[in-house]
C-alpha cells in the first residue's frame, strides 16, 4: 500500500463518507416515491374533480415539502469530501464523474427545483393541468437526479467506457452510452428508485395506518392505503425483479463480492441458495483471513447455480477459487493479477521517467501502450492490484456481506407480503378492524429506511478494497491530510444531521397529528 | 417589451405571494434551509473542505504530477 499510510486517517475518511451518505440517503428515497404518489392523486383529482382527492394530494405534498426540504443540499458534502479527503480518486475518475454530475446539475435540479416552487405556490394561480404537468415534473426531475448520481457510482462498481491517459493520470471517457448503459447502472437505477417508492408507498400506509387507528380521516386514510397498496405492491414486485438483476450482475462483474454476500467459501456445482443461515468461522484460512461456514443453513439446492447461469449444475466460484485461481475454472489467482498490476504500475513509472528526463519517444511509445486494447485488457485493469500486498486483502468483510444482503432479501418479501395484505383488507372492508395490521404498518414505516441503508453498505463496504473496482484500493485514493481534521468534521456532521434529522421528524410529526386542512 | 416586462412582474409576484402566504411549516423549514445553505456553503466549504488539489497547486500539470507520484510511490 502506499508509503506511510495511516490507517486511522483512511478509518475516519471512510466513516465521514459512511456517516454523510447514510444520512444522505436517509431523506432521498421518500422524495423519489412520494413524489410519484402526489403526482398519481393530483392526476385523479384533475380527471374527476373530487375535492377529497385535492385534499389529500396537499397533504401529502405538505410531508413531501418538509423531507425534499430538510434534505436538499445534504448531498452536496460528498462532493466536498471528494475533493478534500479523496482527492487522489477524483482526479484519477477525470471527467467520468464530471459529466453525469454535471447533467444532473443543469437539467434535472433545474427541473426538480423550478417546478417545486409551481407545486407549491401555483393551487389557484396556474391552471389544474399546468400545476399537475409541474407535480410530474418534480417526479420525474428527482429521479432524473438519482440517475446521474447511479451511473457515477455504477462506474465504481465497474468501470467501464474509458481510458487512461498517463500523461494526465486521469481516466477520459471515451464512450458516454457504455457509461451511461453500464449494465450495473441499469439495474442499480432501477433497484434504487423502485426502492425509493417502495419506502414512500409504507410511508403512506403506515400514517394512513395511524389515522384508521385514530379514527380520524377515514376516507383519506383508505383511499391512500388504496393507492400505496397499488404502488407499493408493484413496487415491491419490481425491487425483487431489479434486485436479482443486480445480483447476476455482481455474480459476473464482482464475482468475490458476490462470493461473500452468498458467504460461499469454496466453489460448487449444483450450489444452493441459503434462504435463511448463521455464520460462524470455519476455523480454515485463506492467508491471514478466516473462511467462514454455516453453523444452521436452510436452502434451496442447486437454485443459486440455476439463477446465476441458468444452468442447475453450474459452478459457482467461491472466495477461494477467487482468491487462490482455479485453473480447471479459469479463474486466475490474485497473485497473477498483482503482477499485471505492477506491470502496469512499473510501465506507469517508465513514462513518469520518461518524461522527466525528456525522452520524447520513449515517453510517446509508453503512451501508446496504454491506449492498447491488449494492456488495457491483460494489464490495466488490474492496477489496482499493484497496491494489495497479500492476495486476501481482495475479500471483503463476508460476514458484513452475508447478512446486509440476506437481512435485505427478507425485509423485501416482507414488504410484498405488508402490501399485499393491506389491498387484501382494504377490498375485504375489514382493514380498520385489524389492528395488529394496523399498527404493524405504522412500525413498518421504519423498515424500509433499514434496507435501503443496508442495500446501500453492501454495495459500498461489498466493494472493499476497492474504491474503483480493481483499479484503485481506498488506501490509495485516500488525501494524506491530518486524521484530527477528519474527525473533526466527522462529529461536525454527526451533530448536523441529527439535527436536521431530528428537525424533519418534528415538523413532520406534528403536521401529521394536524391532519389535512378542512 | 411590455409584455416581457408583464411577465417578469407576473413571475416575481408568483414567488413573492408565495413565500408571503407561506404557511407555518413552509416557514419553518425555509429557516432550516437557510441555517444548513450556510454552514454547508459557508463554513464546511471553506473552513473544512478546502479541494485539495486546487488548493495546493496552480496547473492541472502539478496537480497530475502530484497523483501520478502518489500512484508510483510505492514501497
Request: aromatic share 14%; net charge positive; glycine share 8%.
Amino acid at each position: 500500500m502506499i508509503e506511510n499510510l495511516d490507517l486511522t486517517l483512511l478509518d475516519w475518511s471512510r466513516a465521514q463518507f459512511a456517516l454523510t451518505a447514510i444520512y444522505h440517503w436517509l431523506f432521498v428515497p421518500l422524495t423519489l416515491g412520494l413524489s410519484f404518489i402526489v403526482a398519481i392523486m393530483e392526476t385523479i383529482y384533475v380527471r374527476t374533480g373530487d375535492e377529497e382527492w385535492k385534499r389529500m394530494t396537499r397533504f401529502w405534498m405538505t410531508l413531501f415539502g418538509i423531507n425534499f426540504a430538510i434534505g436538499v443540499a445534504t448531498g452536496i458534502i460528498l462532493e466536498f469530501e471528494f475533493g478534500t479527503n479523496w482527492s487522489n480518486y477524483s482526479w484519477f475518475v477525470g471527467d467520468i464523474f464530471g459529466a453525469p454530475l454535471a447533467i444532473e446539475g443543469i437539467l434535472a435540479f433545474f427541473l426538480e427545483s423550478t417546478f417545486v416552487a409551481v407545486m407549491f405556490f401555483g393551487w389557484n394561480k396556474v391552471s389544474r393541468r399546468f400545476h399537475l404537468v409541474s407535480t410530474w415534473l418534480v417526479a420525474v426531475g428527482a429521479n432524473l437526479s438519482a440517475l446521474w448520481i447511479l451511473v457515477a457510482n455504477s462506474w465504481m462498481q465497474n468501470p467501464v467506457g474509458m481510458v487512461f491517459n498517463p500523461d494526465t493520470a486521469r481516466n477520459e471517457m471515451t464512450s458516454f452510452w457504455a457509461l451511461l448503459f453500464n449494465p450495473v447502472a441499469v439495474g442499480k437505477f432501477l433497484h434504487t428508485i423502485s426502492s425509493g417508492f417502495l419506502l414512500a408507498s409504507m410511508f403512506v400506509l403506515g400514517i394512513s395506518s395511524w389515522y384508521l387507528l385514530k379514527k380520524r380521516e377515514e376516507q383519506l386514510a383508505k383511499r391512500s392505503i388504496l393507492i400505496s397498496g397499488i404502488f407499493g405492491l408493484l413496487s415491491s414486485l419490481m425491487v425483487a425483479y431489479t434486485g436479482d438483476m443486480s445480483t447476476r450482475t455482481i455474480a459476473r462483474v464482482q464475482p468475490v463480492k458476490f462470493a461473500a454476500l452468498e458467504a460461499l467459501s469454496e466453489g460448487k456445482q449444483e450450489a444452493g441458495l441459503t434462504i435463511v443461515g448463521i455464520l460462524k468461522d470455519s476455523g480454515r484460512k485463506i492467508g491471514g483471513r478466516s473462511l467462514t461456514e454455516f453453523s444452521l443453513k436452510i436452502e434451496v439446492p442447486g437454485l443459486l447455480s440455476l439463477m446465476t447461469s441458468g444452468d442447475r449444475d453450474a459452478f459457482v466460484p467461491g472466495i477461494s477459487d477467487l482468491v487462490n485461481g482455479n485453473e480447471a475454472r479459469s479463474i486466475m489467482p490474485v497473485t497473477e493479477k498483482i503482477l499485471r498490476g505492477k506491470e502496469a504500475k512499473e510501465l506507469l513509472s517508465g513514462y513518469k521517467a520518461s518524461k522527466h528526463e525528456k525522452m520524447v519517444q520513449k515517453a510517446d511509445s509508453i503512451s501508446a501502450v496504454f491506449r492498447d486494447p491488449g494492456f488495457i485488457s491483460g494489464n490495466f485493469r488490474y492496477f489496482g492490484y499493484a497496491f494489495i500486498d497479500k492476495p486476501e486483502d481482495v475479500v471483503p468483510n463476508v460476514k458484513l456481506a452475508y447478512y446486509t444482503f440476506h437481512v435485505m432479501v427478507l425485509l423485501g418479501f416482507f414488504f410484498i407480503i405488508m402490501f399485499a395484505l393491506a389491498l387484501f383488507y382494504l377490498f375485504r372492508g375489514t382493514i380498520s378492524a385489524r389492528k395488529w395490521f394496523l399498527w404493524l404498518a405504522v412500525w413498518s414505516i421504519l423498515l424500509p429506511y433499514v434496507s435501503g441503508e443496508l442495500g446501500w453498505a453492501l454495495a459500498e463496504a461489498g466493494r472493499q478494497p476497492w474504491i474503483i473496482q480493481d483499479l484503485m484500493p481506498v488506501g490509495a485514493a485516500v488525501t494524506r491530510i491530518s486524521p484530527g481534521s477528519v474527525i473533526t468534521t466527522f462529529i461536525l456532521f454527526a451533530v448536523l444531521f441529527t439535527v436536521l434529522l431530528i428537525s424533519e421528524i418534528s415538523i413532520m410529526v406534528r403536521q401529521i397529528k394536524l391532519g389535512p386542512k378542512h | 417589451m411590455t409584455q416581457l416586462r408583464d411577465r417578469l412582474i407576473g413571475f416575481t409576484r408568483f414567488y413573492y405571494d408565495g413565500f408571503r402566504n407561506m404557511s407555518t411549516w413552509g416557514r419553518q423549514v425555509w429557516v432550516i434551509i437557510l441555517i444548513k445553505l450556510f454552514i454547508i456553503l459557508v463554513i464546511l466549504k471553506f473552513l473544512f473542505f478546502r479541494d485539495f488539489l486546487n488548493t495546493r497547486y496552480q496547473s492541472d500539470t502539478e496537480r497530475s504530477n502530484f497523483v501520478l507520484n502518489q500512484l508510483t510511490n510505492t514501497r
